[in-house]
């Protein structure tokens, strides 16, 4: 079952008086390689992003700035993860479907992806993603 998959990567922090610092490299810290980036931002509060599955693609999640909170769900099991730290990702195995929810004023969420933006991998009904996990 795939949402025992997703986990919690820690990348480096390097704590400066002058501020923090944090990075991640594709060969040390990302389960897959990287094919792009893309970042979600000015969310109105009460917004939901998300709300669909992809049947291929693998993303890492971080909350860059502020706060949001992500619900994975296999399609009997839901498990909700809160973001608040620049310094962890959250990652998304395919075949689950997911939703970003409570997203704080200012936040961003910078999203890593292992694939290119393709539709055609979207699952966007929840009833048609039962029916992809045979449930
Ligand atoms: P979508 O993935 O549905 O957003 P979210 O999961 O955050 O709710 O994407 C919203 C729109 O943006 C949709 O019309 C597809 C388009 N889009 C791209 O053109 N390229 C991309 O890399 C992404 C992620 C989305």
Do not use: C
């Given at each position: 079952?795939n949402?025992?998959?997703?986990?919690?990567?820690?990348?480096?922090?390097?704590?400066?008086?002058?501020?923090?610092?944090s990075?991640?490299?594709?060969?040390?810290?990302?389960?897959?390689?990287?094919?792009?980036?893309?970042?979600?931002?000015?969310?109105?509060?009460?917004?939901?992003?998300?709300?669909?599955?992809?049947?291929?693609?693998?993303?890492?999640?971080?909350?860059?700035?502020?706060?949001f909170?992500?619900?994975i769900?296999?399609?009997?099991?839901?498990?909700?993860?809160?973001?608040?730290?620049?310094?962890?990702?959250?990652?998304?195995?395919?075949?689950?479907w997911?939703?970003?929810?409570?997203f704080?004023?200012?936040?961003?969420?910078?999203?890593?992806?292992?694939?290119?933006?393709?539709?055609?991998?979207?699952?966007?009904?929840?009833?048609?993603f039962?029916?992809?996990k045979?449930l």
């Amino acid at each position: 079952m795939n949402i025992e998959q997703v986990r919690i990567i820690d990348f480096p922090k390097i704590e400066d008086s002058r501020g923090n610092l944090s990075f991640l490299e594709e060969s040390k810290h990302i389960p897959f390689e990287i094919k792009r980036t893309y970042w979600i931002y000015d969310v109105p509060g009460g917004q939901v992003r998300g709300g669909h599955a992809f049947k291929e693609q693998k993303e890492l999640i971080i909350a860059l700035s502020g706060s949001f909170d992500i619900i994975i769900d296999d399609g009997k099991e839901k498990k909700i993860y809160s973001l608040n730290r620049s310094y962890y990702g959250l990652y998304i195995p395919a075949t689950l479907w997911r939703e970003m929810v409570n997203f704080s004023t200012n936040s961003l969420a910078l999203v890593i992806s292992s694939t290119q933006y393709t539709e055609s991998d979207y699952i966007r009904s929840y009833d048609e993603f039962l029916k992809y996990k045979n449930l």
